[in-house]
């Protein structure tokens, strides 16, 4: 009796756990979200980064690529994503060592050398904003118009071209690629 009740219930602990392996089908016409396919891979955490970052969801950019982080190891592309997300969340601090170390590779992308120049023209920094916005044009053989629209505007904070200190601009991150970040002026 007791082995019969013990087999039972084991049975019905190991079935209750089925329900997570294999969800129920899904209604179509249901409010709620549909449950967790597991029999599924994951999407990795760099293009669920930046597919957040795309979207503004720094937070959220911020987890997917400490996610990536983890799972492939801190590479010259997690530690442009994390200096991305908290640039986007305004720690210019973070957000400049990590693109610092995004960069301290030899094929570091043009787009990590830009997005470390923004972060400098957010913090003030113009000369080296200039400088490291220079090798992003470089790098990029000329061909990349959001870096040549950086480095235009860096120049011009500089002083180095016509700009009107009064005029107070607004900027915003926008993804233009993928990895490739750029200011634009918000639209009141």
Same mark, same amino acid.
């Given at each position: 009796? /007791?082995?019969?009740?013990?087999?039972?219930?084991?049975?019905?602990?190991?079935?209750? @756990?089925?329900?997570?392996?294999?969800?129920?089908?899904?209604?179509?016409?249901? #409010?709620?979200?549909?449950?967790? &396919?597991?029999?599924?891979?994951?999407? &990795?955490?760099?293009?669920?980064?930046?597919?957040?970052?795309?979207?503004?969801?720094?937070?959220?950019?911020?987890?997917?690529?400490?996610?990536?982080?983890?799972? %492939? !190891?801190?590479? !010259?592309?997690?530690?442009?994503?994390?200096?991305?997300? $908290?640039?986007?969340?305004?720690?210019?601090?973070?957000?400049?060592?990590?693109?610092?170390?995004?960069?301290? +590779? #030899? %094929?570091? #992308?043009?787009?990590?050398? $830009? $997005?470390? !120049?923004?972060?400098? /023209? *957010?913090?003030?920094?113009?000369?080296?904003?200039?400088?490291?916005?220079?090798?992003?044009?470089?790098? +990029?053989? @000329?061909? $990349?118009?959001? /870096?040549?629209?950086?480095?235009?505007?860096?120049?011009?904070?500089?002083?180095?071209?016509?700009?009107?200190?009064?005029? *107070?601009?607004?900027?915003?991150?926008?993804?233009? !690629?993928?990895?490739?970040?750029?200011?634009?002026?918000?639209?009141?």
């Amino acid at each position: 009796m /007791i082995r019969t009740t013990l087999t039972v219930l084991t049975l019905a602990l190991a079935l209750s @756990g089925c329900a997570r392996v294999f969800p129920a089908k899904v209604d179509k016409d249901s #409010p709620f979200a549909p449950g967790v &396919d597991y029999r599924k891979e994951a999407v &990795d955490g760099l293009t669920v980064g930046n597919r957040l970052l795309a979207n503004k969801e720094y937070n959220l950019a911020l987890d997917a690529f400490t996610r990536a982080a983890m799972e %492939e !190891g801190f590479t !010259g592309e997690t530690y442009a994503g994390l200096g991305a997300a $908290n640039f986007g969340l305004g720690r210019l601090g973070q957000a400049e060592k990590q693109l610092r170390e995004a960069v301290k +590779s #030899p %094929e570091a #992308p043009p787009e990590a050398w $830009n $997005n470390l !120049g923004l972060v400098l /023209i *957010e913090k003030g920094e113009l000369p080296e904003a200039v400088e490291v916005l220079r090798r992003a044009f470089a790098l +990029s053989n @000329g061909q $990349n118009d959001e /870096i040549r629209e950086n480095l235009r505007l860096a120049l011009a904070m500089q002083g180095k071209n016509d700009y009107d200190p009064d005029v *107070e601009q607004e900027l915003d991150l926008v993804q233009s !690629g993928k990895g490739q970040y750029r200011l634009h002026q918000q639209v009141p």
